[in-house]
């Protein structure tokens, strides 16, 4: 319960634990940015009423202010190769809002929740008119609590739960899925899988495509097959000799850090590809073109996920009152090369 004395320190968050509602739905009430039910309107405003709760009016008359500038917040640790895929859909935000007279601010987040929360807050004091998010917070309601007021935002490659706004994404579950009953068709059986540790949806969607493809051909789910770890070139290395260990014939390994540990823990182990065992990695790097022999993978059309988004939040921009959301499922495309 919040005390009346506390009131010059009441946020959003407090107003919604009172009325037992999200802090979107409180922020949706006071900004009219969705269809909120006339009794949850009620009882939310009842509420703001109660804790004497005022929205921050002065940000708000700021954001009327337009800078024809959008921020994108990225989430690239130091020695995380995912950079050249985040580089490459900022390049297809800037095709498109060049186009149309916006400029671009990009920013990272590191991977830290906490940075994160910071550099939103920078983009919302510095006026950009709108934020496209590769989410590190895995729920919305703590990037709700920063941006709590009427905000154009859409995800990309990931989603925090509790998000039900405008977002572009890449088929996560179908990438997987081809990939690994590709590897059942070309006459494998005991298909290997390696991850980074689950909790995200881009992860989550890839396990549940290899646990459907299996299941869909027909080879048993055998979790002696399943290694996950830290995304980064050593787990990939260390995982990967577990599962020769356990004499795998194929390996989908989900993520481009952890092939490049993969690969070259096979080379080092003197096994062939694909004669000993056959590997498909997830995304398109260039150095995947240039193994011996050339990796197959996964591919994210990074170029067209930026341009997608920069559509979606332009949209927004110009559509505040938009009630549906704007939800974009691109597909990812398999390209077989000789390690099959």
Request: charged residues 25%; proline residues 3%.
């Amino acid at each position: 319960m919040v005390s009346v004395n506390s009131k010059k320190n009441i946020r959003i968050k407090d107003v919604a634990e009172r009325a037992n509602v999200s802090t979107a739905t409180v922020s949706h009430v006071i900004n009219g940015t969705r269809y909120v039910s006339p009794k949850v309107t009620e009882k939310v405003e009842q509420v703001m009423q109660e804790l004497d709760y005022r929205p921050n009016s002065a940000a708000r008359s700021l954001r009327s202010t337009k800078t024809n500038t959008i921020g994108f917040l990225i989430p690239v640790k130091k020695d995380d190769t995912s950079k050249s895929f985040f580089m490459s859909i900022a390049e297809g935000i800037e095709a498109n809002l060049n186009s149309k007279g916006y400029n671009l601010i990009l920013s990272n987040s590191k991977e830290d929740m906490q940075e994160e929360i910071n550099r939103m807050k920078m983009f919302n004091t510095q006026l950009v008119d709108g934020l496209i998010l590769a989410p590190t917070n895995d729920d919305f309601d703590h990037i709700q609590e920063v941006l709590d007021n009427q905000f154009p935002i859409v995800m990309i490659d990931r989603l925090p739960i509790n998000y039900e706004g405008d977002y572009v994404l890449v088929d996560n579950f179908q990438g997987t899925y081809d990939g690994v009953t590709k590897l059942v068709t070309s006459g494998y059986k005991k298909i290997g899988f390696i991850s980074s540790e689950l909790g995200i949806t881009t992860t989550n969607e890839r396990f549940e495509g290899y646990k459907q493809a299996l299941k869909d051909n027909h080879i048993p789910f055998n979790d002696k097959f399943i290694e996950l770890g830290l995304s980064s070139f050593s787990s990939g290395y260390e995982l990967t000799e577990k599962l020769i260990a356990n004499q795998i014939d194929a390996l989908f390994i989900a993520n481009n850090i952890m092939t490049m540990g993969s690969v070259k823990c096979i080379q080092d182990n003197g096994l062939k590809m694909p004669k000993d065992i056959a590997v498909i990695g997830y995304d398109n790097y260039d150095w995947t073109k240039i193994t011996t022999p050339p990796l197959s993978v996964v591919n994210q059309p990074a170029f067209e996920i930026g341009y997608k988004a920069a559509e979606c939040i332009l949209n927004r921009i110009n559509n505040k009152n938009q009630e549906k959301a704007n939800h974009i499922k691109l597909k990812a495309q398999l390209k077989v090369r000789e390690s099959i």
